[in-house]
């Protein structure tokens, strides 16, 4: 037999766990499972905070309402009038 035949057969007999494929197929749920731990981590050691009484609601809502009006641009009246268009340029 030849040395390729003979890599051929080794290639076909190799187990599941010296090929590539499997692996990769195990990778791809595997990193799907680590993004959410990470993710749960994030909540947990990160969380929102409660707002407890309806005064410190109130004081919250009042400074975003500051900060709203702060970066909207005020608003102009626009005319509902349509100018008539330029005439056009004599000899045409």
């Known amino acids: 037999m030849s ?3 003979d890599k051929l ?6 187990p599941w766990y010296r090929q ?4 990769f197929l195990i990778a791809l749920p595997a990193s799907a499972v680590i993004a959410s731990l990470y993710s ?7 969380p929102d905070p409660v707002i407890i009484d309806q ?4 004081q919250l809502d009042r400074e975003l309402k500051v900060q709203r009006s702060a970066t909207q641009k005020p608003r102009t009246a626009v005319s509902s009038e349509t ?3 330029a005439d056009p340029p004599a000899g045409h």
């Open 55 to 58: 005064q410190e609601y109130r």
């Open 20 to 23: 590539f494929w499997p692996w």
């Open 83 to 85: 100018t008539a268009p």
């Open 40 to 46: 749960l981590y994030l909540a947990v050691t990160h």
């Open 3 to 5: 040395q390729q035949a």
């Open 9 to 14: 057969r080794q290639d076909t007999f190799l």
